[in-house]
């Protein structure tokens, strides 16, 4: 769904190309939308008469597999099943972001604020327990973390902007380090801190996620991030088909963390 019309994981797309080539393999692309022609997007696929489908989301959710799929040769690549008759290969966010906040920890930081995901999102919730996890194996107190759940919608992107106000004063920030629930907000950040007086990382430390492509090496500092990994992601998909790998379990993709000049 809309994977091939956004920027955030279009990687998936040329993997899976790549890696049907390398085999042998054709792909083609039917973009579905939630909006409008779902139905005629599903037609046109099967009057390809694929081996197999990759089905794949822009950003990790839960979905519904259309009826006319379930009997079809289906992997799930950045999504769920809701009743997890798929395989899905997925992020693995919880170790992503653990070994990323074990990371800011042995840096000496120890006055985090936290803006994450929203709730209702699935990576979200992950992402937040894993915060809490490696704070508290560290044997830190989660008093310590100052935390806030962004509200859905890209309009509420713009509450950390009054959210950072209110930590910010007089060219003073009474955190050390700001934990993102991905580089979106902290692209917005970086605008409100450099904007206040406040440098990065002299003063403040930030942390992202996802490692949007093309954008990571944009910010300036360049932003130390979590890699979700698509690439792999949509490789891996292609393999299951092409190898006919024989599960329906849910494989999680290592994260990687890229540091860069922000921490």
Known sequence: ???????????????????ARQFGWSSFVVNLTEQEGYDQ?????????????????????????????RDKNVVLANCLAKDQAFPSYVPDDYHGQYFAIKH???????????????????????????????WQDAGLPLSSLRQYTMLFGDEHYRD??????????????????????????????????????????????????DNMIGTGELFYPPLTTVQLPHYDLGK???????????HNK??????????????
């Open 1 to 19: 769904i809309d994977t091939a019309t956004t920027p955030f994981s279009v990687e998936m797309i040329l993997s899976i190309e790549r890696t």
């Open 41 to 69: 997007a599903i037609w046109q696929l099967l009057a390809q008469r694929p081996d197999g489908i990759i089905y794949t989301t822009m950003g990790l959710r839960e979905i519904t597999v259309h009826e006319k799929l």
């Open 104 to 134: 800011v920890i042995e840096k000496g930081y120890r006055h985090p604020l936290c803006f994450y995901l929203p709730e209702d999102t699935v990576a979200g919730p992950i992402r937040r327990k894993a915060v809490e996890d490696a």
């Open 160 to 209: 950390v902007i009054g959210l950072l106000q209110q930590h910010c004063r007089q060219q003073k920030a009474d955190f050390d380090i700001l934990i993102c629930g991905n580089d979106r907000i902290a692209f917005l950040a970086y605008q409100v801190l450099l904007s206040m007086g406040l440098r990065i990382p002299e003063q403040v430390a930030v942390l992202g996620y």
């Open 236 to 246: 891996e998909a292609t393999l299951h088909i092409i190898q006919e790998r024989n």
């Open 250 to 263: 849910t494989v999680q993709v290592p994260c990687q963390l890229i540091e860069r000049e922000s921490l």
